[in-house]
């Protein structure tokens, strides 16, 4: 695994010497979706996919409910999209360089006066025609519930027309036993586990299986951020309930 990830900070760098600017988050995308479907193999991760409501040539500003940090290995694998994350995540100095290196977004969720700056900065984006990921959940989760959604991001969409694609994703199973509340901190990260330690243990794993399907897309015209915001979530919970199995 360390091989895998010197590579692909070795090609994402050079991406980014090499690289036009307006080019270039686009490319590091493309450069993480790359490596994360080789990740997933080497992991031992495999994807059952409902693709259905996709269209693979317009742009989406996308929203999952958020479980783990491999979410983001499972969501990267299958679109070349940009994440939203925070800058708390910038500030650490592994998991923010891997974000960085992979084209994303960084957002201060917690103060107002970053509103318009971030808002502009997820539009831009998104009005270059790349996909956007976002985890309107704010946070991950133990998984009980899909909580609720934070809705200012979602004005992105509204400002540049496209359409929001919701995405549930969902572990069913362990070493090829279902994911209960006993085993699902193997694979859940949340709270204030520390990132180090439970990566480590998710290595030891021998098989994760995990189920990704897409949802119905919501075109927001003449429409809130508050009323996207829960139609999003109401579609991801009631997709996330018949596949769980806590």
């Known amino acids: 695994m360390t091989g895998l990830i010197f590579l692909y900070i070795l090609v994402a760098f050079v991406i980014m010497i090499f690289s036009r600017s307006e080019s270039q988050r686009k490319?590091?995308?493309?450069?993480?979706?790359?490596?994360?479907?080789?990740?997933l193999r080497f992991l031992g991760i495999k994807v059952r996919k409902n693709m259905d409501f996709l269209n693979e040539e317009e742009t989406y500003l996308i929203v999952s409910n958020h479980l783990s940090y491999m979410d983001v290995l499972v969501i990267s694998s299958f679109f070349t999209t940009s994440f939203v994350t925070?800058?708390?995540i910038e500030?650490?100095?592994?998991?923010?360089?891997?974000?960085?290196?992979?084209?994303?977004?960084?957002?201060?969720?917690?103060?107002?006066?970053?509103?318009?700056?971030?808002?502009?900065?997820?539009?831009?984006?998104l009005s270059g025609g790349l996909n956007v990921m976002l985890f309107p959940e704010g946070t991950s989760t133990d998984g009980e519930d899909v909580i609720s959604f934070k809705k200012t991001l979602f004005r992105s969409a509204i400002s540049c027309g496209v359409k929001i694609l919701p995405l549930?994703?969902?572990y069913v199973a362990i070493d090829k036993k279902p994911i209960t509340?006993?085993?699902?901190?193997?694979?859940?990260?949340?709270?204030?586990?520390?990132?180090f330690p439970h990566f480590i243990k998710f290595l030891k794993l021998e098989s994760v299986e995990v189920n990704l399907e897409v949802l119905p897309t919501i075109l927001p015209l003449s429409m809130t951020p508050d009323t996207i915001s829960k139609l999003a979530r109401s579609s991801i919970q009631k997709?996330?309930?018949k596949v769980s199995h806590l």
């Open 91 to 125: 500030k650490d100095i592994f998991l923010g360089m891997m974000a960085k290196l992979g084209g994303s977004i960084f957002v201060e969720r917690r103060k107002k006066t970053r509103l318009l700056k971030d808002l502009g900065s997820v539009s831009e984006v």
């Open 239 to 241: 997709a996330y309930k």
């Open 168 to 170: 549930c994703i969902c």
């Open 27 to 39: 490319n590091l995308c493309r450069n993480c979706s790359y490596f994360t479907k080789i990740a």
């Open 86 to 88: 925070s800058t708390e």
């Open 181 to 195: 509340r006993e085993n699902r901190d193997l694979v859940f990260w949340y709270g204030d586990m520390k990132f």
